[in-house]
């Protein structure tokens, strides 16, 4: 199974910050990775997929990219709306996997 | 606009039964595979079953943690996806997302509201 580690676990940071979350496959992937915002009490919110597609109506301040096993997830200026927790998220093979998790607080 | 709408959620005991299902709607239901991830309370998120469209032969995936004791299944006349969980063990408590990939394979672009499964004594 591929394991995918995402870093750091928890982040803090202020409104207009530029904040980059990581996830790293334990074997090549081939760009087949996307990011997932979730708030609390609600569902799931897919932000980017394969790699660096932004899906549609997701602010342009998002962004990612990546390739192999190594993958970044980047709000480019922070804003409060942004707190809650990213998943990344492998579909190159099954199962399939998500990582475990980046909280992000906001200062 | 696509709604997943799950229902059958609730309070079971230890090797007991739940069926979960999912209504969906917005979207050819038929040539889309389904797929139920879960997440247990402040923790991660799991894929634990998925079923593909007829032109696939509705194959089925599970992991190994639900492998035997889940079994998912869809109705493509009634768009409905369901979960029937057997045997349950505690630490099946999460809550069940019914998720579709309608852009692409792989990439689940819409999700449910959530089914809320608690298993205890």
């Known amino acids: 199974d591929i394991q995918m580690t995402q870093s750091p676990s928890l982040l803090s940071a202020s409104v207009g910050d530029r904040v980059t979350i990581n996830c790293k496959a334990s074997?090549?992937?081939?760009?087949?990775l996307n990011w997932y915002q979730q708030k609390l009490g609600e569902a799931p919110k897919l932000l980017i997929y394969?790699?660096?597609n932004l899906q549609t109506g997701i602010p342009s301040r998002f962004s990612g990219s990546g390739s192999g096993t190594d993958y970044t997830l980047t709000i480019s200026s922070l804003q409060p709306e942004d707190f809650g927790t990213y998943f990344c998220?492998?579909?190159?093979?099954?199962?399939?996997?998500f990582g475990s998790g980046t909280k992000l607080e906001i200062k | 606009e696509v709604q997943l709408v799950e229902s059958g959620g609730g309070l079971v005991q230890p090797k007991g039964s739940l069926k979960l299902s999912c209504a969906a709607s917005?979207?050819?239901?038929?040539?889309?595979?389904m797929s139920w991830v879960r997440q247990a309370p402040g923790k991660g998120l799991d894929l634990v079953a998925d079923?593909?469209?007829?032109?696939?032969?509705?194959?089925?995936y599970y992991a190994d943690s639900v492998k035997d004791r889940f079994t998912i299944s869809r109705d493509d006349s009634q768009s409905m996806v369901y979960l029937q969980m057997d045997n349950l063990k505690t630490e099946d408590t999460a809550l069940y997302y019914c998720?579709?990939?309608?852009?692409?394979?792989?990439?689940?672009?819409?999700w449910g509201q959530g089914a809320s499964v608690t298993v205890s004594s």
């Open positions: 998720t579709v990939a309608t852009m692409m394979e792989g990439v689940m672009d819409a």
């Open positions: 917005g979207f050819d239901f038929n040539s889309y595979g």
């Open positions: 079923i593909s469209s007829k032109s696939y032969n509705y194959a089925t």
């Open positions: 074997q090549n992937i081939n760009k087949y």
């Open positions: 394969n790699t660096n």
């Open positions: 998220f492998q579909h190159n093979s099954w199962p399939l996997t």
